[in-house]
C-alpha cells in the first residue's frame, strides 16, 4: 500500500502541469484590419472566443493558450480583440511567450 502512495506522489509531481484555454490559428492575426474586420470574420478566422467580456462598454473576445508548470516555464499565447457597438473590430493585441510565433 506504501509503495503504491510512493508511485503516485511521484507521478503527480513528474506531471505537475495545467492548460487553461485552447491553441488558435496564430498565422491569421495578421488578417485582423482594424474598422474593417467583423465578428463574423473572426469567428471564420478564430472560431468561438475562449472567453468574452465587456471593456468600455464595448465586447472583447479572447483567444488564448496558458500552459503553466512547475519544472519549465510558462507558456502563454493570447489574443484580445476589442469591437465598436456594430461588432468592427477596434483594436487588439497579440501577446506571446513563445519564440518564434
Do not use: H
Not at 56 to 74: I, V
Not at 80 to 95: A, E, H, L, Q
Request: glycine letters at 8%; proline letters at 4%; hydrophobic letters at 35%.
Amino acid at each position: 500500500m506504501r509503495k503504491s502512495a510512493v508511485i503516485f506522489l511521484f507521478a503527480a509531481l513528474f506531471s505537475a502541469c495545467a492548460t487553461v484555454g485552447r491553441d488558435f490559428p496564430v498565422e491569421s492575426v495578421p488578417s485582423i484590419q482594424i474598422g474593417t474586420t467583423t465578428q463574423n470574420d473572426v469567428i471564420n478566422m478564430f472560431g468561438s472566443p475562449w472567453r468574452t467580456g465587456i471593456e468600455d462598454g464595448k465586447p472583447t473576445w479572447t483567444y488564448g493558450k496558458y500552459r503553466y508548470s512547475l519544472f519549465s516555464e510558462a507558456s502563454t499565447t493570447d489574443l484580445v480583440i476589442r469591437f465598436d457597438s456594430k461588432g468592427t473590430v477596434t483594436s487588439y493585441s497579440y501577446n506571446t511567450t513563445e519564440e518564434g510565433k
